[in-house]
C-alpha cells in the first residue's frame, strides 16, 4: 500500500487547511486510518483516527474540536480537516495505514505510512 498525501501549506493562525491522503489500493477501504504528526525536535504523535466505514473516530485533545477526520472508501481517500489552526500546529502531518479495521492511537497500530506534508501557521 502506498499513500500519499497533500494539502500543506502555509497558512496564518486561525486560518484552515484540509489534508488528504490518497491509497494505492482499494484495501484502505477494509482499514482503520490515522493522521499523525511530527514537530522539529519532538516525537511524532497522534492526531486523529477514523475506523474502516467511518462510524468511529478518535481525536488527541490538543486538536479536539478543531480538526475533522473523515473518509471516502470508492476515492481510497483519507481527508484531515484543520480549522482555527494555531502556531503549535506547525508539523509534517503524516497519514497512515491501520493494521486492523478499528480506530488505533498507537504508532505501532499502523503498517503503512506516508510521506508526509508540511503544515506551518504563521502567528
Known amino acids: 500500500v502506498q499513500l500519499q498525501a497533500s494539502g500543506g501549506g502555509l497558512v496564518q493562525a486561525g486560518g484552515s487547511l484540509t489534508l488528504s491522503c490518497a491509497a494505492s489500493?482499494?484495501?484502505?477501504?477494509?482499514?482503520?486510518m490515522g493522521w499523525f504528526r511530527q514537530a522539529p525536535g519532538k516525537e511524532r504523535e497522534f492526531v486523529a483516527a477514523?475506523?474502516?466505514?467511518?462510524?468511529?473516530?478518535n481525536y488527541a485533545d490538543t486538536v479536539k474540536g478543531r480538526f475533522t477526520i473523515s473518509r471516502d472508501n470508492a476515492k481510497n481517500t483519507v481527508y484531515l480537516q484543520m480549522n482555527s489552526l494555531q502556531p503549535d500546529d506547525t508539523a509534517l502531518y503524516y497519514c497512515?495505514?491501520?493494521?486492523?479495521?478499528?480506530?488505533?492511537?498507537?504508532?505501532?497500530?499502523?503498517?503503512?505510512w506516508g510521506q508526509g506534508t508540511l503544515v506551518t501557521v504563521s502567528s
Open positions: 497512515a495505514h491501520g493494521r486492523s479495521s478499528g480506530v488505533a492511537l498507537r504508532k505501532e497500530l499502523y503498517a503503512y
Open positions: 489500493k482499494r484495501t484502505m477501504s477494509n482499514n482503520g
Open positions: 477514523i475506523d474502516w466505514r467511518g462510524g468511529n473516530t
